[in-house]
């Protein structure tokens, strides 16, 4: 029939769960509430929970909508222009062309002036776009609550 071997439980450890079974009266149900201990995190034991009003949310939800629906940044081909015609005039100067032929003047006088002309035109314009990149990241952050700055409620609810 059954042999004599030790049974040896295949889980070593469940917290315990208290259930209750309760039948509400003049009900055919029966209802089940089961309780357990719940365990938290280390790295969110100092944490909490803060209270904050969705109007609070909505200004910063579409300023970061805005932002993140960003379009292909334009300037960035005055930088691939600006390195290709810097390039080809590296490619004009190692080329040992002369000034006298219309293609040497065009690489090595207007090339490295356009070339230059668009890196400047660059990096102002990228500048432009890292201040109100940086704006709106402090605008956001001023419509958002700090969780430094909060308090307890008081007993109110």
Do not use: C, H
């Not at 290709?84 to 040497?104: F, P, R, V």
């Not at 700090?146 to 007993?155: A, E, F, H, L, V």
């Amino acid at each position: 029939m059954t042999d004599d071997l030790d049974f040896q439980p295949s889980v070593e450890s469940l917290p315990a769960a208290d259930i209750k079974a309760s039948n509400v009266q003049n009900q055919s149900s029966v209802f089940a509430t089961r309780a357990f201990p719940v365990r938290v995190p280390n790295e969110e034991r100092e944490d909490f929970i803060i209270e904050i009003r969705a109007s609070q949310l909505s200004k910063p939800r579409v300023r970061l909508e805005k932002m993140s629906k960003s379009k292909f940044p334009w300037y960035e081909l005055l930088l691939g222009t600006s390195t290709t015609l810097l390039g080809s005039t590296l490619g004009g100067w190692a080329g040992n062309m002369s000034l006298t032929d219309s293609k040497g003047f065009v690489f090595l006088v207007l090339f490295p002036i356009i070339g230059v002309a668009a890196f400047v035109a660059y990096f102002f314009l990228r500048q432009i776009e890292v201040i109100n990149f940086s704006d709106s990241a402090q605008e956001i952050l001023s419509e958002l609550p700090d969780p430094k700055n909060t308090s307890d409620k008081g007993g109110s609810s």
